[in-house]
């Protein structure tokens, strides 16, 4: 029964995804149709495994097998350039096109990594100390909030072309962080 669900699921995902990826490449006033029919598609799939399936069990394998579907569409749907040659002065040159410099290397690795770490820690004790709720909960959402904070630190500060404005803003960000949450366990 599980791998019947399965399969319905990932081909109802499917069709849910190409009907909406239909509605926003079209971009005229007759989308609204297959932007609901897509939407329909995908909800009515997860109502069905809710009430099939299972409150707990259907609505995981729904969204599961449904985001594989979906994932399928755009893997097929998407578009492959070829790598057209660029002449020196018709465009500005990518941040991360651009030649390397040892030492901006060294500092952006400094700045992504420790620095971006105590930004993440900063923003990840405010979260612990003014969520409201069990302070066992506050602490392991403010744990489980650190890496993913940490690295969109890192990505952020990797693709900034300006030094200076990341370490800035890491600076800030730490700073401010560490002290709205002294200031939140003091009270």
């Given at each position: 029964m599980?791998?019947?669900?399965?399969?319905?699921?990932?081909?109802g995902?499917a069709l849910g995804a190409a009907?909406?990826?239909r509605?926003?490449?079209?971009?005229?006033?007759?989308?609204?149709g297959l932007?609901?029919?897509?939407w329909?598609v995908l909800?009515?799939l997860l109502v069905a495994?809710f009430?099939?399936?299972?409150?707990?069990?259907g609505?995981a394998?729904?969204?599961?097998m449904?985001?594989?579907?979906?994932l399928?569409?755009i893997?097929?749907?998407?578009?492959?350039?070829?790598?057209a040659?660029?002449r020196?002065g018709?465009?500005?040159?990518?941040?991360?096109?651009?030649?390397?410099?040892?030492?901006?290397?060294?500092?952006?690795a400094?700045?992504?990594?420790?620095?971006g770490?105590?930004?993440?820690?900063?923003?990840?004790f405010?979260v612990t100390?003014y969520?409201?709720?069990?302070?066992r909960?506050?602490?392991?959402?403010?744990g489980?909030?650190?890496?993913i904070?940490?690295?969109?630190?890192m990505t952020w500060?990797?693709?900034d072309?300006r030094?200076l404005?990341a370490?800035a803003?890491l600076?800030g960000?730490?700073?401010?962080g560490?002290?709205l949450?002294?200031?939140?366990?003091?009270a």
């Amino acid at each position: 029964m599980i791998a019947l669900a399965s399969l319905l699921l990932i081909a109802g995902g499917a069709l849910g995804a190409a009907l909406l990826r239909r509605s926003w490449v079209r971009r005229d006033r007759s989308v609204l149709g297959l932007l609901l029919a897509g939407w329909a598609v995908l909800i009515g799939l997860l109502v069905a495994a809710f009430l099939l399936i299972g409150p707990v069990k259907g609505l995981a394998l729904g969204l599961a097998m449904e985001g594989i579907g979906a994932l399928a569409i755009i893997w097929f749907g998407r578009v492959r350039r070829k790598a057209a040659r660029v002449r020196d002065g018709d465009v500005a040159p990518e941040p991360l096109e651009e030649p390397g410099r040892f030492w901006r290397g060294v500092l952006r690795a400094l700045l992504a990594g420790p620095l971006g770490m105590t930004a993440a820690m900063g923003v990840a004790f405010c979260v612990t100390v003014y969520l409201p709720g069990d302070p066992r909960t506050r602490i392991v959402l403010g744990g489980l909030l650190l890496p993913i904070l940490w690295g969109l630190a890192m990505t952020w500060t990797l693709a900034d072309r300006r030094l200076l404005r990341a370490t800035a803003v890491l600076v800030g960000t730490s700073t401010i962080g560490f002290g709205l949450a002294a200031l939140g366990g003091a009270a």
